[in-house]
């Protein structure tokens, strides 16, 4: 495909060019009549810009001569899976000029490998199909989060995602054994390799993953798999306080070992939220409490063993006064039932109105003053500010979002409150030594923040880097490094 290429494409032959390309079917323009919204709106409709064409390429050839006709014309480009990121990282911006180039076609798992335990896989694989993949070899992809019915496995490793098996399994990253990646100059760097050990230099994959676009186009990845459990079993506990929750994470960690793979803590706003919008889903003991905890437990023996270790675990809990009630799921549809109040909160909370949401890592055993501390700060600025406190503490990650008082405008509120709420959050983290995103990924939403709460070593470091792989600043301009 490169070989065509024209010296310096103009702008105006840009469009053209993509066209024979990728095929005219394949780049969406507004002049074309096509409702791009789906593409250039993010998630939580915060942000709408305006793309000069969305491209669709099918295979990695398509997506280097993309990128080289761009970088020829000095067009920016933005990727983009399944758009769900949350840190308005995946949509163009208003200029107009950008090309939105969407990975979805690239869809294709090209292999798995059961005895090395690893697959390869497009990038714009839909996690969900990863997982369903793996199933079917018998074997299991354990990254797993709400958006998983959408979100791509190209997006996952661009934002080094997390969810809600990290304790176990770690973030995408841990999952990722190797990658295919379209480089600022539309070339391919074939590193799909399955390999446990290669200590041949720089990790470049690592530099990539969690890069959201700005440093190479990820085409293809080699992951990581696992061995099925026996059996998954859940459970659903009242607890007490956030000290007591902190404490009942010790136990469990220490009685189930490796087998804990979900540990989720859960507030009572937050499941109210669930309990108004989602009345179908009967949210269990969340009235009498401030804070429920999801844990699962998954053992490689049978149901049976794992029942008796939950049983011994929550007696011991309820001894110690750690745990107030629990429920464990009887059955595999309950334990569904389980998981899916848990992911619902963010849907619940989107019903209810925007809110200020922060994303945030704090040592485990911090968690609790840190919420203690800066709930009381917040209520203080703000009377009858409401706190969508839930996430993953086993990950000493807490999706720490701050919702307008009852009956208050969510718009007018974020308009008034969203600096100065976000500073407070924030220099609180810093303040208990903890990270302002902990997995959603920084976008353009945090990249004016980063150097107040990075590192400045680390951050020259950063720019460093990109200008070294992208030096014509084509790849998503303005996220992660504010310009
Ligand atoms: P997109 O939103 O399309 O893109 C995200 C970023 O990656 C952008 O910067 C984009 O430019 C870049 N990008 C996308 N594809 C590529 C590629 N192939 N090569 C290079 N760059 C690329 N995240 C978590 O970590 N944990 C959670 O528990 C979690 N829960 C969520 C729940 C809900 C309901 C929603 C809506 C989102 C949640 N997220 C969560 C955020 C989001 O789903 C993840 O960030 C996900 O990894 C994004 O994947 P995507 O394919 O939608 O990427
Ligand atoms: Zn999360």
Redesign the pocket.
Known sequence: MSADLPEALPASTLVGHLRRVVGSTHVLTQDGGTDLSAWEQ???KRAHGRALAVVRPGNTDEVAAVVQACAAAGHSI??????????V??VPDDSGSQVL?S?TR?NRVRAIDPANLTMTVE??C??QAVQDAADQAGLLFPL?????G???????????????QVLRYG??RELCLGLE?VTAQGEVWHGLSGLRKDNTGYDLRDL?VG????L????AATLKLHPRPACRLTAWAAVPSLDAAVSLLGLAQSRLGAGLTGFEVMGQFALSLVDRHMPQLRVPLWQQTPFCVLLENSDSESETHARSQFEQLLESAFEDGLVTDAVVAESLQQAHGLWHIR?SI??AQAEEGLNIKH?ISIPVSRIPAFCAETDALLQREIPGVRLVNFG?LGDGNL?YNVQAPAGDDPGAFLRTHEERVNTLVFDQVAQHQGSIS????V?SLKAAKLPHYKDPVALTLMRQIKQALDPQGI??PG??LSP
């Open positions: 993010d998630w939580r933005v990727p983009q899976g399944g758009n769900t990121g949350l840190v990282g995946s180039l990975l690239l990038a714009g839909v996690l797993s989060l709400a958006a998983e959408s979100c791509t496995i190209g997006g996952n490793l661009a934002t080094n995602a997390g969810g809600t973030n995408a990646v990539l890069s959201e676009g700005t190479g186009i990820i085409t992911e963010p849907l994303d993953h999706h902990a997995e959603h990924g976008g790849l998503n996220r992660v």
